[in-house]
């Protein structure tokens, strides 16, 4: 099992940037596909930014250029560093881990499965 929690959401205003953070716990090693997800209630959770275990990074088309993920191996944690911050970002983010050998998220972020362990959420708003 893995436990993750997001940290780092909030309100900025349109231009502005944040980062999030995920923590994970219990059973954590560095072969795990990590993402970060957002939903707008009612719709289907997104794909926004994910890495692999061998540290390679995908963004879906939305986000590219403007978002950045990494990860602390060391400490377990996994970051999304937003820039350049629009309106249309505003939704709830979540953090998503699968380990390597079962997990898949394509590289457009629009097809992914066997995330198996997801964190609560961090609200992100973008006032005008």
């Known amino acids: 099992q893995v436990q993750l929690v997001e940290s780092g959401g909030g309100s900025v205003q349109v231009g502005g940037s944040l980062r999030l953070s995920c923590t994970a716990s219990?059973?954590?090693?560095?072969?795990?596909?990590m993402g970060w997800f957002r939903q707008v209630s009612g719709k289907e959770r997104e794909g926004v930014a994910a890495?692999?275990?061998?540290?390679?990074?995908n963004y879906a088309d939305s986000v590219k250029g403007r978002f950045t993920i990494s990860k602390d191996n060391a400490k377990n944690i996994l970051f999304l560093q937003m820039n350049s911050l629009k309106p249309e970002d505003t939704v709830m983010y979540y953090c998503a881990a699968g380990p390597a050998e079962t997990a898949f998220i394509d590289a457009k972020l629009t097809y992914y499965y066997g995330m198996d362990y997801w964190g609560n959420g961090t609200l992100v708003t973008i006032s005008s």
């Open positions: 890495i692999d275990s061998d540290g390679t990074a």
């Open positions: 219990g059973h954590t090693y560095r072969s795990y596909a």
